[in-house]
């Protein structure tokens, strides 16, 4: 694990890589965006996932100012794909429960996009945001939700169905996107209770005009499987592992 001054030596140091994990249209086979992974680039340690940090990071408040590196550096990555010519992607950041309840978040995020000339693009942000942290305080959840709504960015609720989900909040908060969780999209084209719950789930999300995501998709018969359900977007190492900006941009150019 990291330490709280290795976090603060790796904030000042800039210690922090975001990669990126392609999300596929249901329909088109497209690339529609991608959700954005921090890593830590350790000197000794080496490549850190979230797990070994972002515990660390929760704690001692940390994520706060992490999480703005992440941000500010999805924007200039997003600059950069649009100087390339790259069609605009939508991309989804995580966002922790002491970051969604910053006062002024939403201008916190407006003047990022301001700072980087993306404020004509705001619909190619997505905030994923876990349910636990929705349902703490739903009315201030909602006011939350809806100032970030009114500069255009997407909402997403991530991790769906792990937590202590009520189908009421769906009506509720004003969010866009839902994302099924990984352990319902594990093999459901062989394990009938997940393929009950995930079609049950994109129904229900479709009638409430909510767009589904299928996290953790990894072989071609559980894409095949959600594609007839009527998922949205699909997301997996079926199509590629969480890879740096480069990987990423290589991967949108290469695929077809
Ligand atoms: O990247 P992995 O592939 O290991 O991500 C594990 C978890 O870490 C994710 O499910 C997500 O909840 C969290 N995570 C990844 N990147 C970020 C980030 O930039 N901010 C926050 N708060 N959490 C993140
Ligand atoms: O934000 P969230 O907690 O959902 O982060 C997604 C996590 O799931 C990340 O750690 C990411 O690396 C991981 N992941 C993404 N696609 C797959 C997959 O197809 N299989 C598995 N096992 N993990 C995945
Ligand atoms: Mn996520
Ligand atoms: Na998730």
Same mark, same amino acid.
């Given at each position: 694990?990291?330490?709280?001054? +290795?976090?603060? *030596? ?12 392609p &999300?596929i249209?249901?329909?088109? =086979? ?11 680039? !350790? ?35 997003? &600059? ?11 991309i989804? @950041? #995580? ?8 006062? #002024? ?10 700072? !980087? ?8 942000l997505?905030l ?7 349902i703490?305080?739903?009315?201030r ?21 792990? =937590? ?6 769906? *009506?509720?908060l004003?969010?866009n996107? @839902? ?5 319902? @999209?594990? =093999?459901?084209?062989? #394990?009938? &209770?997940?393929?009950?719950?995930? &079609? ?5 999300? !479709?009638?409430? #005009? ?6 953790? @998709?990894?072989t071609v ?8 359900l009527?998922?949205? *977007?699909? *997301? ?10 480069? +990987?990423?941009?290589q ?6």
């Amino acid at each position: 694990l990291v330490l709280e001054d +290795e976090l603060i *030596q790796a904030l000042e140091e800039s210690w922090f890589r975001v990669f990126y994990q392609p &999300k596929i249209d249901g329909n088109t =086979g497209a690339i529609v965006g991608a959700e954005a992974l921090v890593r830590c680039q !350790h000197p000794q340690k080496g490549l850190l996932p979230p797990a070994k940090f972002i515990p660390i990071a929760e704690a001692t408040g940390l994520i706060v100012p992490i999480g703005l590196q992440v941000l500010e550096q999805v924007c200039q990555d997003q &600059k950069q794909w649009n100087n390339l010519g790259l069609s605009p992607l939508k991309i989804a @950041v #995580n966002l922790s429960p002491l970051q969604f309840r910053q006062a #002024n978040l939403d201008q916190t995020i407006a003047n990022l996009l301001s700072t !980087h000339g993306l404020m004509l693009l705001p619909n190619f942000l997505e905030l994923e945001i876990t349910e636990s942290c929705l349902i703490a305080n739903v009315p201030r959840a909602c006011e939350i939700l809806t100032s970030l709504a009114n500069l255009g960015i997407t909402l997403a609720i991530d991790d769906f169905g792990t =937590g202590y989900s009520s189908l009421e909040y769906l *009506q509720v908060l004003p969010v866009n996107v @839902v994302k099924i969780d990984q352990c319902f @999209v594990r =093999g459901l084209d062989t #394990n009938p &209770k997940n393929a009950s719950i995930v &079609k049950s789930v994109i129904q229900l999300c !479709h009638e409430l #005009n909510l767009q589904v995501v299928a996290e953790g @998709v990894e072989t071609v018969t559980e894409a095949r499987f959600l594609q007839n359900l009527g998922c949205d *977007q699909l *997301q997996g190492y079926l199509f590629s592992r969480p890879v740096p900006e480069s +990987e990423f941009y290589q991967f949108c150019l290469d695929w077809t």
